[in-house]
């Protein structure tokens, strides 16, 4: 299982993405970048079977990538192929449907993100 999160900040700052490894660690990076953005941020999420290949693009996509597709206005189309794949209900992770955001402060955070279906 690959866990995938992502943080589109809604005010201004690059989008950071973060995938566990094996052992279920993870950075978040903004393009080549370690950290996110300050201010309050979407988050989507994803638990994604990774035997399967469905998502692959949207699984393997870096951040400088997505927020490239942002920019041109294609980054909804990716999620969705990334949700596609998902385990977790559809609402998660989609830019529009997400309920999940949180504040994002300088210096380390740490957060429980609850799903509540």
Not at 8 to 14: C, F, L, V
Not at 76 to 94: D, I, R, W
């Given at each position: 299982?690959?866990?995938?999160?992502?943080?589109?900040?809604?005010?201004?700052?690059?989008?950071a993405?973060?995938?566990?490894?094996?052992?279920?660690?993870?950075?978040?990076?903004?393009?080549?970048?370690?950290?996110?953005?300050?201010?309050?941020?979407?988050?989507?999420?994803?638990?994604i079977?990774?035997?399967?290949?469905?998502?692959?693009?949207?699984?393997?996509?870096?951040?400088?990538?997505?927020?490239?597709?942002?920019?041109?206005?294609?980054?909804q189309?990716?999620?969705?192929?990334?949700?596609?794949?998902?385990?977790?209900?559809?609402?998660?992770?989609?830019?529009?449907?997400?309920?999940?955001?949180?504040?994002?402060?300088?210096g380390?955070?740490?957060?429980?993100?609850?799903?509540?279906?």
């Amino acid at each position: 299982m690959l866990f995938r999160s992502t943080f589109i900040p809604e005010k201004e700052g690059a989008i950071a993405i973060a995938s566990t490894d094996s052992s279920g660690k993870f950075t978040m990076k903004s393009g080549t970048d370690a950290g996110v953005a300050s201010g309050p941020c979407k988050v989507t999420v994803a638990l994604i079977d990774s035997s399967g290949s469905a998502s692959a693009l949207a699984v393997d996509m870096k951040p400088e990538d997505m927020q490239k597709l942002a920019m041109e206005g294609k980054l909804q189309a990716a999620l969705q192929a990334q949700e596609k794949g998902s385990l977790l209900p559809a609402k998660y992770g989609k830019s529009d449907s997400t309920p999940l955001t949180l504040e994002v402060k300088k210096g380390d955070n740490n957060f429980a993100i609850e799903l509540t279906d």
